[in-house]
């Protein structure tokens, strides 16, 4: 079983900051992806960004040049920067991992809340 620890969330005013951060209790060999998703109420829950197997990282259209995906393998750690965040950001953010063993996990979540 893969645990998943986030940090980070808040409120923040539209044009502001936030990072946040997942620690996962697996070895990062265990890791094909991890990343973050988000639910906002209402909609589906959308990717945001992820880092694969070797380092590729994908971002959703909406957070293109906002938002960057980094990972410390040493602590098994993923972060998710958020700059210029805007109402429309706000929602439940949630770390997942996928293992090699096509298994998927998902954190508990942190809300995310910009106002205007």
């Known amino acids: 079983q893969v645990q998943l620890v986030e940090s980070g969330g808040g409120l923040v005013q539209a044009g502001g900051s936030l990072r946040l951060s997942c620690t996962a209790s697996?070895?990062?060999?265990?890791?094909?992806?991890i990343g973050w998703y988000r639910q906002a109420p209402g909609k589906q829950r959308e990717l945001v960004a992820n880092i694969v197997s070797g380092g590729i990282t994908n971002y959703a259209d909406s957070v293109k040049g906002r938002f960057t995906i980094s990972r410390d393998n040493a602590k098994n750690t993923v972060y998710l920067q958020m700059s210029s965040l805007q109402p429309e950001d706000t929602a439940v953010y949630y770390c997942?991992?996928?293992?090699?063993?096509?298994?998927?996990?998902w954190g508990q979540g942190t809300q995310v809340t910009v106002s205007s």
């Open positions: 997942n991992v996928k293992t090699t063993k096509l298994l998927n996990f």
């Open positions: 697996v070895s990062r060999f265990s890791i094909n992806t």
